[in-house]
């Protein structure tokens, strides 16, 4: 896994994992995942995703009907 020094400046492609590793906390990528959408935020870091990823991160609060998880993704 890349440092995210050696992300700044650059436009990525964010695929579903960072997001839900981000939403989620999961424990193994959170650190990495909240340095890399601070740094995003920051515009240090340009990433573009596409209408798939927001998809795939919606299926499991949907079919848990946890509709308050599925907002926090929108």
Do not use: H, Q, W
């Not at 839900?20 to 740094?39: H, N, Q, T």
């Not at 995003?40 to 299926?59: G, Y």
């Amino acid at each position: 896994m890349e440092s995210i020094s050696s992300l700044l400046g650059k436009t990525i492609g964010i695929d579903t994992s960072p997001i839900i590793y981000f939403i989620e906390k999961g424990e193994k990528f959170y650190k990495f995942c909240d340095d890399l959408f601070r740094e995003i935020d920051r515009k240090n870091i340009r990433a573009v995703t596409s209408a798939l990823t927001i998809t795939e991160v919606l299926v499991k609060p949907m079919k848990m009907g946890n509709v308050n998880l599925a907002r926090e993704y929108k």
